[in-house]
């Protein structure tokens, strides 16, 4: 079946530094979607970004991540770390039978 | 904005009772999910459904049902609740390009 690796349960970084979050996947289906969702404490979660097209970058809300189907990844970035930043974040995949399969999600918890 | 609801947004049930947990979404959308949330596990699917009358098994069923008895309406029913049970629920509407989650429900079973 499906599955997604996020390697990193928790990171923890100084406002202003730069943000990278991994997450690589394992489908059989050719034509995967990839999501990232976020979720801040006491919330549901919500979609940050997402792609369909191997290559090309993606942005919203500062993040941004590109679909390396070559590498079976789907890592978040972003260039400077806020406080409000903090929260759990998971990476999706929406492969085979139509329904998300989620990594453990990776916590990041930025520090002033 | 899509909505989707839960109800109760709180439980607190007995060993061995029976417990439903109900989600109501205004998007019209035909897939609905419910999901339970654990620290070191993520978000993992029980059970998913693609549209009234339909049900089908996600990936950690056991211990639960679920019944769409219309469009906007999709239940998760344990029958016989267990402590491990004990999790945070939320149910989900969408399709491939997104799915949009409701509140949760905090289920504790003594």
């Known amino acids: 079946g499906d599955s997604v690796t996020q390697t990193e349960g928790l990171v923890t970084l100084t406002e202003g530094l730069p943000v990278m979050l991994n997450c690589t996947y394992q489908?059989?289906?050719?034509?995967?979607?990839l999501f990232w969702y976020v979720q801040h404490l006491n919330e549901s979660p919500r979609l940050l970004l997402k792609?369909?097209?191997?290559?090309k970058r993606t942005e919203h809300q500062g993040f941004h991540a590109t679909l390396h189907k070559s590498s079976s990844s789907f890592h978040l970035q972003k260039s400077s770390a806020q406080l409000s930043d903090s929260a759990l974040y998971y990476c999706a995949l929406y492969g085979s039978f139509n329904k998300l399969t989620f990594g453990a999600g990776t916590r990041l918890a930025v520090c002033p | 904005e899509a909505a989707v609801t839960q109800s109760p947004r709180n439980k607190v049930a007995v060993t061995g009772g029976k417990v439903t947990l109900s989600c109501n979404q205004t998007?019209?959308?035909?897939?609905m999910y419910w999901y339970r949330q654990d620290t070191g596990h993520g978000l993992r699917l029980i059970h998913y459904s693609y549209g009234a009358g339909s049900t089908e098994k996600g990936d950690i069923p056991d211990g639960y049902k679920a019944s769409r008895p219309s469009q906007e309406n999709f239940s998760l029913i344990l029958e016989l609740a267990t402590p491990s049970q004990t999790s945070v629920y939320f149910c989900?509407?969408?399709?491939?390009?997104?799915?949009?989650f409701g509140p949760g429900t905090r289920l504790t079973v003594l």
């Open positions: 998007n019209n959308h035909n897939n």
């Open positions: 489908t059989i289906y050719s034509n995967p979607f």
């Open positions: 989900a509407s969408g399709d491939s390009r997104e799915q949009y």
């Open positions: 792609s369909f097209t191997d290559n």
